[in-house]
C-alpha cells in the first residue's frame, strides 16, 4: 500500500484575447491542432469535434487548424514543437514522451492491463492523474485527459501470430520506446523503430514484415493493403493523450479556458464512443480484403516478458521498483471494482 501512495500521491506568448482580437496565432489567427493519423481515423473525428465545440462555445474566438497524417512532423516532432508553441495542441501517444518522463515506461509493460475498458479506467483514475502532473512539471505541456486506443497488436506480411514461436524472425516496426524494444526483442522479434509515416512504403518494399498497431489505425492509415496477418496479442496497452502547451492554455481568458477544459472532456467520450464502433467496421473492412484475423491464447506469450522486462524497467528507473507496484496495485483495485 505505501508502494500505492508513493505512485499516486518556453513557449510563444499568448496574444490577449478579447472579443474583437484574433485567436493565438498572430500570422494565421489559428489554434494549430497536430496529430498522425489519417483524416478518416478517431483521432481526427475527436480534433473536429473539439473544433466545433469551440466555435460554437467562443463565438468564433478560438478557431482551430486540424494537421492530420503528421504534416507538421511525427509525434516526437509534434511534443517539442508543442514546448516551445509553434504547435498549440497535439495527440500524442505516451510511451513516445518516456523520453521526456521516463517513468511513462511503467505504463508500457507488457501484459499489464487485462481488458482495453481495464486500461482506460487505470488512466482515467489517480495513476493517470499522477502522470499528468508529472509531465506538467517536467515538460511545462498539459495533458487534458486520454483517448480510448487500446491495445497495440501485431500485423504482418508473412504469418499468422497464433504463439510465441510465431514472432521469431519477425522484423516489426516497434514504437522507439525502451520497453517496448526490450519486450519485442525478447519475444525473438527484430525490433526496429521507424517514423510512423514510413511504414507503408517499407511493408510495399519488404523492409520491415509488419508492425503492431490497433484496429483502426491499421485500416485507417491502409496497412491492411499490404499486410494479410493481423493478430490480437494485446502485448502493450497504448494510452494516448490529448495536449496543450501550457503557458497557452494558462494564457487565455477564464471562460475559454473553461471552455477548452469542457470541449476536451466531451471531444474525449465522443473519441471512446467512436472508436468502438470504428474497431468492429475495421475488422470488417479486414475480411473484406482477405486479412487473416487470430485471437491466440496470450497464456504462453506471458513468460517471456514477465517478470525479465518487468525487472528490467525497474532497474532502470529511479525507485523503478516502488513505482511497479504501486502501478499494479493500483490496476488490481480498478479491476476489483469493476462490474
Given at each position: 500500500?505505501?508502494?500505492?501512495?508513493?505512485?499516486?500521491?518556453?513557449?510563444?506568448?499568448?496574444?490577449?484575447?478579447?472579443?474583437?482580437?484574433?485567436?493565438?496565432?498572430?500570422?494565421?489567427?489559428?489554434?494549430?491542432?497536430?496529430?498522425?493519423?489519417?483524416?478518416t481515423?478517431?483521432?481526427?473525428?475527436?480534433?473536429?469535434?473539439?473544433?466545433?465545440?469551440?466555435?460554437?462555445?467562443?463565438?468564433g474566438?478560438?478557431?482551430?487548424?486540424?494537421?492530420?497524417?503528421?504534416?507538421?512532423?511525427?509525434?516526437?516532432?509534434?511534443?517539442?514543437?508543442?514546448?516551445?508553441?509553434?504547435?498549440?495542441?497535439?495527440?500524442?501517444?505516451?510511451?513516445?514522451?518516456?523520453?521526456?518522463?521516463?517513468?511513462?515506461?511503467?505504463?508500457?509493460?507488457?501484459?499489464?492491463?487485462?481488458t482495453?475498458?481495464?486500461?482506460?479506467?487505470?488512466?482515467?483514475?489517480?495513476?493517470?492523474?499522477?502522470?499528468?502532473?508529472?509531465?506538467?512539471?517536467r515538460?511545462?505541456?498539459?495533458?487534458?485527459?486520454?483517448?480510448?486506443?487500446?491495445?497495440?497488436?501485431?500485423?504482418?506480411?508473412?504469418?499468422?501470430?497464433?504463439?510465441?514461436?510465431?514472432?521469431?524472425?519477425?522484423?516489426?516496426?516497434?514504437?522507439?520506446?525502451a520497453?517496448?524494444?526490450?519486450?519485442?526483442?525478447?519475444?525473438?522479434?527484430q525490433?526496429?523503430?521507424?517514423?510512423?509515416?514510413?511504414?507503408?512504403?517499407?511493408?510495399?518494399?519488404?523492409?520491415?514484415?509488419?508492425?503492431?498497431?490497433?484496429?483502426?489505425?491499421?485500416?485507417?492509415?491502409?496497412?491492411?493493403?499490404?499486410?494479410?496477418?493481423?493478430?490480437?496479442?494485446?502485448?502493450?496497452?497504448n494510452?494516448?493523450?490529448?495536449?496543450?502547451?501550457?503557458?497557452?492554455?494558462?494564457?487565455?481568458?477564464?471562460?475559454?479556458?473553461?471552455?477548452?477544459?469542457?470541449?476536451?472532456?466531451?471531444?474525449?467520450?465522443?473519441?471512446?464512443?467512436?472508436?468502438?464502433?470504428?474497431?468492429?467496421?475495421?475488422?470488417?473492412?479486414?475480411?473484406?480484403?482477405?486479412?487473416?484475423?487470430?485471437?491466440?491464447?496470450?497464456?504462453?506469450?506471458?513468460?517471456?516478458?514477465?517478470?525479465?522486462?518487468w525487472?528490467?524497467?525497474?532497474?532502470?528507473?529511479?525507485?523503478?521498483?516502488?513505482?511497479?507496484?504501486?502501478?499494479?496495485?493500483?490496476?488490481?483495485?480498478?479491476?476489483?471494482?469493476?462490474?
Amino acid at each position: 500500500m505505501a508502494a500505492a501512495a508513493a505512485l499516486l500521491a518556453g513557449a510563444c506568448a499568448t496574444p490577449d484575447f478579447g472579443e474583437s482580437n484574433p485567436p493565438p496565432d498572430a500570422r494565421t489567427g489559428d489554434v494549430r491542432f497536430s496529430h498522425v493519423l489519417s483524416s478518416t481515423s478517431e483521432f481526427h473525428l475527436m480534433a473536429e469535434r473539439f473544433r466545433d465545440l469551440m466555435l460554437e462555445r467562443t463565438d468564433g474566438r478560438f478557431r482551430v487548424v486540424i494537421y492530420p497524417s503528421g504534416q507538421l512532423g511525427g509525434e516526437r516532432v509534434a511534443f517539442e514543437q508543442i514546448q516551445v508553441g509553434a504547435v498549440h495542441m497535439a495527440i500524442t501517444g505516451t510511451p513516445v514522451l518516456s523520453s521526456w518522463v521516463p517513468e511513462t515506461q511503467v505504463f508500457d509493460l507488457p501484459f499489464l492491463f487485462e481488458t482495453r475498458d481495464h486500461g482506460l479506467a487505470a488512466m482515467n483514475g489517480p495513476a493517470g492523474d499522477w502522470w499528468r502532473d508529472l509531465l506538467l512539471e517536467r515538460t511545462g505541456v498539459r495533458s487534458l485527459g486520454f483517448l480510448d486506443y487500446g491495445f497495440r497488436h501485431v500485423y504482418n506480411t508473412r504469418r499468422p501470430v497464433d504463439t510465441p514461436g510465431d514472432l521469431a524472425g519477425l522484423k516489426l516496426r516497434v514504437l522507439q520506446n525502451a520497453t517496448y524494444l526490450a519486450a519485442y526483442s525478447a519475444l525473438g522479434v527484430q525490433a526496429t523503430p521507424m517514423n510512423y509515416g514510413e511504414v507503408y512504403s517499407a511493408l510495399q518494399q519488404g523492409v520491415i514484415d509488419g508492425g503492431e498497431a490497433n484496429a483502426i489505425g491499421f485500416v485507417s492509415s491502409r496497412l491492411h493493403e499490404v499486410a494479410k496477418f493481423y493478430s490480437f496479442t494485446s502485448i502493450t496497452y497504448n494510452p494516448i493523450t490529448l495536449l496543450v502547451n501550457e503557458p497557452f492554455y494558462r494564457g487565455l481568458p477564464a471562460d475559454i479556458r473553461e471552455a477548452v477544459d469542457r470541449s476536451s472532456a466531451e471531444a474525449l467520450a465522443y473519441q471512446s464512443e467512436v472508436a468502438r464502433r470504428m474497431e468492429a467496421e475495421a475488422l470488417e473492412q479486414m475480411r473484406a480484403s482477405g486479412v487473416e484475423i487470430s485471437r491466440p491464447n496470450l497464456a504462453p506469450f506471458t513468460p517471456a516478458v514477465r517478470p525479465r522486462i518487468w525487472d528490467e524497467l525497474a532497474n532502470r528507473l529511479l525507485d523503478g521498483e516502488a513505482l511497479i507496484a504501486g502501478l499494479v496495485a493500483e490496476a488490481e483495485r480498478v479491476a476489483s471494482e469493476r462490474p
